[in-house]
């Protein structure tokens, strides 16, 4: 079966940091784009940041760069988000996506709430 494992997610200060992961199964990893979206309450749900399967290409929406960085280990079929100087406007249901042509998997949403 096909798996999306998402974790870290936390309650968090603002200015602070955590590091999300989503660990893959039941797919060839290295050949699918990682994707992290995040929904708020109330908002659609949007696209954060995306890494190409050779981490050649990654992608940031503009509200992130800087702040947010995406990696990912084949080897241990996991990808990363470091997320750094969070703001209330973070908060949100990050979810992991998996593509591949019309290959499309979705994980479980690890909620990230940022308030003091």
């Known amino acids: 079966d096909v798996q999306l494992q998402a974790s870290g997610g936390g309650l968090v200060q603002p200015g602070g940091s955590l590091r999300l992961s989503c660990a893959a199964s039941g797919f060839t990893f290295d050949d699918y784009a990682i994707g992290w979206f995040r929904q708020a309450p109330g908002r659609q749900r949007e696209g954060v940041s995306f890494i190409s399967p050779s981490e050649s290409r990654v992608w940031y929406r503009d509200s992130v760069k800087g702040q947010f960085t995406i990696s990912r280990d084949n080897a241990k079929k996991t990808v990363y988000l470091q997320m750094n100087s969070l703001e209330p406007e973070d908060t949100a249901v990050y979810y992991c996506?998996?593509?591949?042509?019309?290959?499309?998997?979705w994980g479980q949403g690890t909620q990230v709430t940022v308030s003091s």
């Open positions: 996506n998996a593509r591949r042509g019309f290959r499309n998997y």
